[in-house]
């Protein structure tokens, strides 16, 4: 099987590094012409279904990458992480360091404790793995979700620097999963 990662396009938000969390916020001009030419790189990729998170940005992103040519299914395990009193704010004024070490697991400001936002894409990557074994799967979510799917998808120690990996606005990857394989987050 195979599993293709993307992140959505550029929002306003992101383009003023303001904290997006579950905001409902949409593509701009950027953003939109960002998945045009993503959709164009992925023109010849037969993909089997797209899951994507139910947020707007993501859905937007997911419809230009492949239309009506691919089923598309949202799920909530998918949504961006929960930024609590971050959401509408700078991202100056969010520790990074502190809310994605694994160990620490911080939730202070309402902010979702990163062991809950890898425990549910554990939980994603072993249904999608099991229902979909052999078939080819686009995933269109945000920077946090991806950031954690690719930890999990490659095994990595999840008690390391989890920001080494930097997840660009329609950012791409193509993963190859063997049958079987069981993801797990703690």
């Not at 953003?31 to 089997?48: M, P, T």
């Not at 990458?65 to 949202?74: N, Q, Y």
């Not at 502190?98 to 939980?123: H, M, P, T």
């Not at 950031?147 to 390391?160: E, P, Y």
Request: with cysteine; aromatic share 8%; net charge negative.
């Amino acid at each position: 099987m195979k599993i293709t990662l993307v992140r959505h396009g550029q929002t306003e938000y992101n383009y003023q590094k303001i904290m997006q969390g579950h905001s409902n916020t949409e593509l701009n001009d950027t953003g939109i012409r960002q998945c045009q030419k993503l959709r164009e790189q992925l023109a010849d990729v037969d993909f089997d279904y797209c899951y994507m998170s139910p947020i707007l940005r993501a859905v937007q992103t997911a419809f230009i990458l492949v239309g009506d040519r691919v089923e598309t299914i949202p799920d909530k395990r998918l949504i961006e992480r929960d930024m609590g009193e971050f959401t509408g704010k700078s991202t100056e004024l969010y520790d990074r360091e502190k809310y994605w070490d694994y160990d620490l697991n911080c939730s202070d400001n309402g902010v979702e404790a990163i062991q809950d936002v890898f425990s549910r894409c554990c939980d994603f990557l072993n249904y999608i793995v099991k229902k979909h074994p052999g078939e080819h799967i686009l995933v269109v979510s945000h920077a946090a979700t991806i950031r954690a799917l690719h930890h999990l998808l490659h095994h990595h120690n999840l008690h390391s620097d989890l920001l080494r990996k930097v997840v660009c606005n329609c950012y791409v990857e193509e993963v190859e999963v063997k049958e079987g394989t069981v993801y797990e987050s703690l």
